[in-house]
């Protein structure tokens, strides 16, 4: 008797999930990206669907530190099998200089005739003043950067922004360095410049930080102790969480608007003399490769550690796309 009625109760439990299952309503955010500029209008698109049909209305409220900044609802109906859309538009509030605002987007959709949302969605939003050096010149410009790039691609990012930069015009000069951070263009082929990967690691192993931009193919070699390239200390190699690493406010996974991140990835293989990285286009690597070195003793006597920094995320091509591309770009300046 007693397991007759255990099974009972089995049986109504299961059925009270399955029934709760069946009146669920799943609300799906469909863009992946958070980070968007203040002021400007934001455009946002939810996925409703359920396993019944109902109808009711979906409502959604923008708010930062407790305070409504903006609300909206409208009319849906879901059949099975078919998703509804929702658009939620408004505009970003305001942000000033050096500040970001953060925003939670609450979605809700209810039942006619029900009591309490059906179901529900929460995404959090960070909003960007729309310069990202605003106030950060004169520092920029103790960094002294020295930027090279035939491609001229970073070249034009860096000045329309007002980034101050040396431009160097050839790979020799690279030794004549003797201060500052070496950031070499986006979109250059180590094929096509096949001294530049070994001028970075001398460079960096000098005492002078490269940071590589999404480079376009070719191989990196990582120095090992039969190498005649000077020697790491220590190496990194690190997925999309770096940009939260740098900082945690910034989109990793996906920017505006096709949602990919990437340009270049290092991918690893074994040859006879070592590990080699080849440069590719695709999600199956590492996008970031980062070398430090020791340095060398300066006029005080003293060690300057340095680093080597090959990035893969496309910052110059999506530059224009969002907030993410240029504060995460403010972000490897710091850095280096």
């Known amino acids: 008797m007693r397991c007759f009625v255990s099974i009972l109760i089995m049986v109504g439990v299961l059925g009270a999930e399955i029934l709760a299952a069946d009146q669920r309503v799943d609300v799906v ?3 992946q990206w958070s980070n968007f500029y203040g002021g400007k209008e934001v455009v946002l698109h939810f996925s409703i669907s359920a396993h019944e049909s109902f109808k009711g209305v979906a409502g959604w409220v923008l708010s930062s530190g407790g305070r409504t900044l903006a609300r909206g609802e409208r009319a849906v109906a879901v059949e099975p099998g078919r998703a509804e859309s929702l658009e939620v538009r408004f505009e970003a509030p305001n942000v000033k200089e050096g500040v970001a605002l953060q925003g ?9 005739d029900s009591k309490g949302a059906a179901g529900s969605c929460e995404k959090n939003l960070w909003f960007f003043p729309r310069d990202a050096f605003a106030g950060q010149k004169e ?28 431009e160097l015009g050839n790979i020799n000069v690279f030794e004549e360095v003797k201060n500052g951070v070496l950031i070499i263009g986006e979109g250059i082929s180590f094929k096509d410049y096949r001294g530049l990967y070994e001028a970075m690691i001398k460079t960096a192993a000098g005492g002078i930080p490269v940071l590589c931009l999404s480079p376009a193919g070719g191989d990196i070699v990582l120095p090992s102790a039969d190498s005649d390239l000077p020697r790491p200390v220590a190496m990194f190699f690190k997925g999309k969480e770096v940009v939260r690493e740098l900082d945690k406010r910034l989109d990793a996974d996906a920017w505006a608007p096709e949602g990919k991140t990437l340009s270049s990835v290092i991918k690893l293989r074994g040859e ?14 590492w996008p970031w490769v980062e070398m430090e070195f020791a340095g060398k003793a300066g006029n005080n006597g003293q060690i300057r550690q340095s680093r080597l920094i090959v990035c893969g995320f496309g910052i110059i091509e999506k530059w224009e796309n969002g907030p993410a591309p240029q504060f995460l770009m403010l972000k490897l300046i710091e850095k280096l």
């Open 29 to 31: 955010p469909q863009e």
């Open 139 to 166: 520092r920029l410009k103790e960094r002294n950067i020295n930027l090279f790039d035939p491609e001229k691609k970073t070249v034009a990012v860096f000045s329309k922004a007002g980034i101050p930069f040396n």
């Open 104 to 112: 939670i987007l609450n979605v809700s959709v209810f039942k006619q």
């Open 272 to 285: 006879r003399d070592g590990i080699a990285g080849e440069v590719a286009k695709d999600d199956n690597g």
